[in-house]
């Protein structure tokens, strides 16, 4: 029996790109009209490869820095949030290149809150595997308050449950603007420890 569910919510790839290095600490990226992807990610993202060095977001594992599993290959955002955000922001839209994303999805709902492990499937087949929740950090902050002085300080509050989700490659091919994703959600109920 598959431990995956298609489920009935597609969504529409409206944008991609890419973080060329980490030289920058603003994470701006490049845009992109296709992405190709290996097991690894996009080759030209500082955030590709198999494995990565453990960060600030698992520090309750690993002592930072350890080499893991890199299951934030992508950073996924929702056209929908992003606009909830720039409107608490008080700007009349959120470039994703000022966020860091990698891939910005319209028409799936409540995008930011996706169970971990869920699939987004084009309908080519290429899959990603959704990690976690991407908690918003200092980075677009920066980015925000270079190009738009005075709203970046207020980024974090206004995108905390907002910022999208981070994935890997399940199954690797080419990413274009316009290809239609549906999701597929895990087979099994909340966990509930009582």
Known sequence: MPALKP???????????????????????EKLTK????????????????????????????????????TRQLSIVSAEECAEVAGTL??????????????????????SHLPPSSRLQTQHGVTLIVDMQNRPCQFPAMTIARVKPGFGKDYKAAAKGKRGVTASVERCGVLQVGDVVTLHIPDQRAWSPE
């Open 7 to 29: 489920t009935q919510f597609s969504g529409t790839i409206t944008w991609l790109g890419y973080v060329p290095h980490r030289d920058d600490p603003t994470l701006a990226t």
């Open 35 to 70: 992405m190709p992807l290996d097991f690894g990610g996009y080759a030209g993202d500082c955030h590709a490869g198999l494995t990565r060095p453990s960060c600030s977001r698992v520090t309750s594992q690993h002592p930072r820095g350890t080499e893991i599993r890199n």
């Open 90 to 111: 008080g700007l009349d839209t959120l470039d994703p290149v000022w966020v860091g994303a990698s891939i910005v999805i319209s028409g799936v709902p409540d995008f």
